[in-house]
């Protein structure tokens, strides 16, 4: 078969724009994430914030109010879990405090009725080991550590997420090696 010269032309034309789309596409969709998978730095810009049941802020609460972290994270100086407040921990305040704007007032029923029918809010997870590692929140405080040092500014968050530091494991062994503390794998693992 010959091909006239508009033909080969528009093959050309059209085999160079879809390559180049492709190659856009790889550039756009894949190096990033190849990219996130091998650096923290880069991972932590595609990381993120996932949509809670409640618009809480802890801008709100640890920030403009000064409610100690340790008020609602009650475990995290005495036990392994920080653990995440209940509900009849927020309604110490909400029974009062209903809210100043328009938007507030409605999260803020979302709370007062989640009580009501006690039904406990599903909160998202942000920070979450695998079931075969092992946290001690405690021994990490008693060792002189501060929230901020592993989840930071939490005081400025409207909405929780990572981007302190990458808590995998070379993170968590590399901090051990730096202080002298126990870097076998049974410290760590069940
Ligand atoms: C020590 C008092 C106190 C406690 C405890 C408390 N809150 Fe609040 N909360 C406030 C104050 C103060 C505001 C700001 C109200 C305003 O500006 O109108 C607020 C605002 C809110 C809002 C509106 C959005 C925002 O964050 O600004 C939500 C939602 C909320 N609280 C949920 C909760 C939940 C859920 C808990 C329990 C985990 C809780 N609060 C515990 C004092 C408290
Ligand atoms: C008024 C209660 C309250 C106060 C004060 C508070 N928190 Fe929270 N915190 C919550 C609630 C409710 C959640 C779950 C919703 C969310 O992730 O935003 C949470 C979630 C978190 C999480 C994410 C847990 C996970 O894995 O999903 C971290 C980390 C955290 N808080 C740290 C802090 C630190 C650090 C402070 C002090 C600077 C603080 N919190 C103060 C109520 C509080
Ligand atoms: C050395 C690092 C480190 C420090 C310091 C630290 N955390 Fe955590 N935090 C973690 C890790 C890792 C997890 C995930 C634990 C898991 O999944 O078992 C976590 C989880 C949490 C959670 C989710 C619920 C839970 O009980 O696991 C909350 C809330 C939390 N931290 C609050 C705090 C508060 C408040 C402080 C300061 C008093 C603090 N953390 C200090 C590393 C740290
Ligand atoms: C910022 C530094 C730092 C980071 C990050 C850190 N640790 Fe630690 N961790 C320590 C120090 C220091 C101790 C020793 C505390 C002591 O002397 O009891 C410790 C102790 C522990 C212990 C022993 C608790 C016990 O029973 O006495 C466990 C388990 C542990 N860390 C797990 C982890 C895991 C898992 C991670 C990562 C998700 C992690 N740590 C991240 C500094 C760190
Ligand atoms: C200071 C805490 C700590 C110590 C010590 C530690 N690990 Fe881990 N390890 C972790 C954490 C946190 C994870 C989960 C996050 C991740 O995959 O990086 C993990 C994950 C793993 C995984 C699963 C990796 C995957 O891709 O799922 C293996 C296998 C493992 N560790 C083996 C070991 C062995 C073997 C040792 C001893 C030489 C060891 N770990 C010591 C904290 C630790």
């Known amino acids: 078969m010959r091909l006239g010269k508009r033909a080969w032309i528009a093959i050309l034309v ?11 596409a790889f550039l756009v969709l894949v190096v990033p994430r190849v990219v996130a998978h091998y650096s923290w730095s880069v991972e932590r810009l595609f990381r993120q914030a996932p949509q809670q049941p409640i618009a809480f ?13 340790l008020f609602c994270h009650r475990g995290a100086d005495t036990e392994a879990a920080a653990t995440i407040p209940s509900l009849e921990q927020c309604m110490f305040c909400h029974r009062f405090i209903v809210g100043t704007t328009e938007a507030k007032q409605a999260e803020i029923r979302k709370v007062i009725d989640a009580f009501n029918n006690q039904e406990p809010v599903q909160w998202v997870r942000v920070f979450r080991l695998p079931d075969h590692v092992r946290f001690v929140h405690e021994a990490h405080i008693r060792a002189g550590f501060t929230c901020s040092d592993c989840h930071g500014a939490v005081e400025t968050m409207t909405t929780m997420r990572q981007v302190q530091r990458s808590l995998k494991m070379g993170d968590c062994v590399g901090c051990h090696r730096q202080n002298n503390a126990p870097t076998d794998c049974a410290i760590c693992h069940y």
């Not at 059209?14 to 789309?21: V, Y």
């Not at 802020?57 to 972290?69: E, L």
């Open 14 to 24: 059209g085999g160079g724009l879809g390559s180049t789309l492709l190659g856009l």
């Open 57 to 69: 802020t802890h801008a709100t609460h640890a920030g403009d109010a000064q409610i100690p972290c």
